[in-house]
């Protein structure tokens, strides 16, 4: 009877052998409970080094910044004009590229990387009121060497919006502290508008200095092509009117009316 169980054994291992691709060995000592086992690095050859891994090389120059964010910021909820922005530069080779972190203490270590903010400018979020901490990292890329430095911190405070107010000369704007703003240009809820002197929005066409802008009749700056009394003209991504060039196979005259 001993036997015939050391045989019915064997069979099983086998079959199992066969099916799972496992050694008899490595069967054998699950089976009587005698497995050993082996660290994961003893099959890692540790010798070997990777050669397109890029590495931290202290002799590297570091970036120096020129150009550090605003040590603080003021901007309303849904405002997008509260850029942050930096110039960080190597005297010797190598490119420099960013990365913005957001932190939730006043500290340029520990933040959250924000993603696809690589840019030497950076419009925090201001989708609700709070206070939140930024700050940038500049590092020198010299083939698969890397050298870092961090910026100083930028504290960007969102305040509640201010209001829109409507008498009988036109709609101007309040801000939260009571004051306006006169004589000047304001991003409203992520669009431009544009103060007179005694604070009413404007609109239409509008000249400072030698720039032509647009306003709309909500007072918005308009970008793009735009028609105003039947003629076609060009507004830069700025709002500046163009004149005196091609746009889009489009040929503008002194005026900035479309010619042909």
């Known amino acids: ?9 064997a069979a099983c291992m086998c079959s199992v052998v066969f099916l799972s691709g496992c050694s008899a060995d490595s069967l054998m000592d699950k089976m009587m409970g005698t497995t050993t086992t082996v660290s ?18 202290n002799s590297l120059e570091k970036p120096q910044f020129l150009v550090n964010p605003a040590e603080s910021m003021e901007v309303e909820v849904g405002s997008t004009n509260g850029k942050l922005t930096c110039e960080a530069t190597v005297s010797g080779e190598g490119e420099v ?4 972190y957001k932190n939730n203490v006043n ?5 959250t990387l924000i993603e696809g903010a690589t840019d030497a400018a950076y419009v925090p979020d201001t989708t ?16 698969k060497a ?14 509640p919006a201010g209001q829109w107010i409507q008498d009988d000369t036109g709609w101007w704007y309040r801000n939260n502290d009571g004051s306006y703003p006169t004589s000047a240009w304001k991003n409203i809820g992520g669009y431009w508008y544009a103060f007179n002197e005694n604070g009413y929005m ?8 030698d ?29 500046h009117m163009a004149h005196d060039t091609t746009v889009d196979g489009k040929e503008l005259g002194s005026n900035g009316e479309k010619i042909s």
């Open 146 to 159: 890397v050298s870092m430095a961090t910026s100083t911190v930028a504290e960007v405070t969102v305040i």
């Open 40 to 57: 994961s690095s003893a099959s890692v050859d540790i010798s070997k080094e990777d050669s397109n891994a890029v590495r931290v090389d």
């Open 128 to 143: 609700a009121e709070g206070t939140d901490y930024y700050y940038v990292v500049a590092t020198n890329t010299v083939d």
């Open 1 to 9: 009877m001993k036997n015939r169980r050391v045989m019915f054994l």
């Open 97 to 100: 590229t960013y990365q913005w």
């Open 202 to 209: 404007r609109i239409g066409w509008f000249k400072e200095g």
């Open 107 to 111: 500290s340029n270590g520990g933040g």
């Open 211 to 239: 720039i032509w802008y647009y306003l709309a009749d909500n007072g918005q700056m308009q970008t793009g092509w735009i028609t105003v009394d039947g003629k076609e003209y060009y507004m830069e991504e700025n709002g």
